[in-house]
């Protein structure tokens, strides 16, 4: 089965930077949008970034000019760079492939948390 592993998050201070990668093993074939989502205590889950195969970009404004997604079609991995982190930006991290346009694959999150 298809499986999205995540690595990357953690703790940091404000200003400080992480990197997160979700990589997808098992049988997937095509991954037409890959996308990272976030979801804050008490708030809805909201994205923050898509990426396409062809590398077209999406960002939420609250990540515009901080966060850079990115990808590697041959590996089947998404990558997030978080620059500039901010304390509004603490939430569970969640990358997400789809498939096809009703298949999505969901990994299972990562803590970003960032404080001083």
């Known amino acids: 089965q298809v499986q999205l592993v995540e690595s990357g998050g953690g703790l940091v201070q404000p200003g400080g930077s992480l990197r997160l990668s979700c990589t997808a093993s098992?049988?997937?074939?095509?991954?037409?949008?890959m996308g990272w989502y976030r979801q804050a205590p008490g708030k809805q889950r909201e994205l923050v970034a898509t990426?396409?195969?062809?590398?077209?970009?999406n960002y939420a404004d609250s990540a515009k000019g901080r966060f850079t997604i990115s990808r590697d079609n041959a590996k089947k991995t998404v990558y997030l760079q978080m620059n500039s982190l901010k304390a509004e930006d603490t939430a569970v991290y969640y990358c997400n492939f789809r498939a096809t346009l009703r298949l999505d694959y969901w990994g299972q999150g990562t803590q970003v948390t960032v404080s001083s």
């Open positions: 990426i396409t195969t062809n590398g077209y970009t």
């Open positions: 098992g049988s997937i074939f095509s991954i037409y949008v």
